[in-house]
């Protein structure tokens, strides 16, 4: 096993961009290849979802290819919905790990805001198996969400205060991001009152359509920030075949992977991010991803253990919900954030981090990644 | 670098199918796992192109994980237009190779005919760059072809008797093949008096509307059909870009690379499937591939020199042209013939065929995948 690190990291600001797909995508490789100091790469993987479909464009990494000059290398999409970004930067690490390249541009890409919101929740729905009672019942990602956080409160005594806080904290931490898509101060009563989408989740509790691009540099090596680990696992795909609505196994699978591979635990996080596409689904992946024990997300938000000088701080990129999710960048974006704060040079920087921890959902638990990252800065 | 052999191989039928996306998929890869005695599956690659735009249906490797109950591993989906098939193999390929996964299960998967023909066209679109003034000129893959076709014909004396030629033998080669789209005798006269497409391309120049899936199964070791390289590069994504539209760079480069790491060169090959989605590509193709010099192809053609009993038999399957397009599974069901000819078991058998060579094709050469295979029968 190489040692293989991240050697350079590039982003657009995330929100409402009148740029193409390619623009944002390019925008995003070009300052990634710039802050890697231009290395000559073998290989493109990109993350993407809906290209086809909202964007009416695939072959993206051909485009990339051709766009940046970087010669007739392979490149390909990889799409997990929206674990696709979190899918093509294990792909790529894979390979560089083994040897098979040196160094490989890894992008995520989404645009999405131009088209009419009930086009984008149909093309999200191609997220679920379609080919089951389930897919013409007309259950939504945040249908699902929201039955799951009225049962997780049931179970727990969690109230929709504390899904509120987790939409606070993160939009807190966006504030300060000038990449995030909603920068605005916002109260918890504001999140309170606000409307509903799929009770008990209000507008704040989900995770926004976004544009929006990022992108690494991986090379063998140990000159940047190593790559430690990197889990994948899969889960049901359908609601009518998850065993316990509070746990999502391929979380808790890509963890085990990932921490078994680090030979670290849960506890050895100095700062996490990971994929709230709902105020519950951040309580959910705490608890999943062992930073917590089951049951007990809720009262760790109360108590501000997912904030700095808390136990670990949690999305201070701010997260999905507030940074934005433009689906197929989300997971690069993710190893953005744990990369500048392991580089000491994030938003919202956490003293003295040295080793972080990126999870990328897809689907309603159908693919989980885990990436642990170690800063050089010992 | 280790062994790795196909051990198992399944298919549908191609052409208009009643069944779903997942059915089709399922169905290949159940064919596959038995063929290989049901092995232990590490990983998951799907090769897929429309899935969103035409069926609804994404997170396909998640789905069939579940459905095949193969336990939480990973899966992914790549794309690169027509060549996703070519690049899911690939990847497979890649990872066992590295030692990484044992036994991965490779899947090429489309549903296409439920789709309006317009429908179809535009999601097909979705392989140039549309973010270009090609892209809103109305310029198709009919259109491109057929450009480069008339181009050919002035340049090198070929005439639109050579395209039907190959449609012709392609034709004739399914009529042979269970699994192919299209088995209905057809003679010269009918082929060359069918209504233009886009001329000097006639309906049976140009690979039809298909839904169908292929699979096979990729092991650590040397039973099987070994994989003796893997090549992909990629090409100009525009038109406009094209240097010279009478080569097909990215089939060049992923053949240089292939022939190179086996060791072999275009005349030791036995037999080929090439990515005819034209006629014209056909005997680009097997220019590009070395097989026959540059501007020769069509004599070839007409010498019947890529038939049985000439240098080297090509599209045995019947090609995209007449065993159809599911687009991605064309590049695994490539891969399945040239398996089965290497076996010594497939429809329109050549003779003592111990190497066999699969050229997939994605876009106007936006991507192109070579992958060179041996018979364990020496």
Redesign the interface.
């Known amino acids: 096993m190489k040692n293989v690190s991240v050697t350079g990291v590039g982003m657009t600001k995330f929100g409402k961009r009148r740029e193409?797909?390619?623009?944002l995508a390019v925008s995003a490789c070009r300052d990634a290849l710039i802050d890697a100091g231009k290395p000559k790469v073998d290989a493109i993987y990109v993350g993407n979802?809906?290209?086809?479909?909202l964007?009416?464009?695939?072959?993206i990494?051909?485009?990339l290819?051709?766009e940046l000059g970087l010669?007739?290398?392979?490149?390909?999409?990889?799409?997990?919905?929206c674990a696709s970004g979190g899918?093509a930067f294990?792909?790529a690490y894979?390979?560089v790990d083994?040897?098979?390249y040196d160094t490989v541009l890894v992008v995520g890409v989404e645009k999405m805001t131009h088209a009419p919101t009930n086009l984008v929740t149909?093309?999200i729905?191609?997220?679920?198996?379609?080919?089951s009672n389930e897919g013409i019942s007309g259950l939504t990602f945040p249908g699902f969400f929201g039955v799951v956080a009225n049962r997780y409160m049931y179970e727990f005594g969690a109230e929709k205060e504390h899904l509120a806080r987790v939409a606070l904290k993160n939009r807190e931490y966006a504030m300060n991001n000038p990449k995030a898509q909603f920068r605005k101060e916002t109260s918890l009563e504001e999140i309170m009152g606000a409307r509903p989408i799929t009770a008990p989740l209000g507008l704040f509790d989900c995770s926004p359509i976004t544009d929006g691009a990022a992108a690494v540099i991986l090379t063998a090596g140990d000159k940047g920030v190593k790559v430690l680990a990197s889990g994948?696992?899969?889960?049901?795909?359908?609601m009518q075949?998850i065993p316990n609505l509070l746990e999502i196994?391929?979380i808790r699978?890509s963890a085990r992977q990932a921490y078994e591979q680090a030979s670290l635990g849960p506890n050895d996080m100095d700062v996490v991010e990971l994929h709230d596409c709902f105020a519950m689904t951040e309580i959910l992946a705490i608890e999943d991803l062992g930073l917590f024990e089951k049951g007990t997300g809720w009262q760790a938000i109360e108590s501000g253990l997912t904030k700095h000088g808390g136990s670990v701080p949690v999305n201070t990129s701010g997260g999905l919900l507030s940074r934005g999710h433009p689906i197929g960048a989300t997971g690069v974006s993710q190893i953005v954030q744990i990369v500048c704060q392991l580089r000491g040079s994030a938003v919202n920087q956490v003293d003295g981090a040295r080793i972080g921890l990126a999870q990328n959902l897809?689907?309603t638990g159908?693919?989980s990644t885990v990436h642990i990252f170690e800063g050089s800065r010992a």
């Open positions: 193409s797909l390619k623009s979802f809906l290209g086809g479909q964007a009416g464009q695939e072959i990494g051909s485009i290819s051709k010669g007739p290398i392979p490149t390909t999409k990889t799409e997990g919905a899918i294990r792909q894979l390979m083994a040897g098979i149909q093309a729905n191609s997220a679920m198996d379609n080919d994948q696992a899969s889960g049901p795909p359908l075949d196994v391929a699978e897809g689907g159908a693919y």
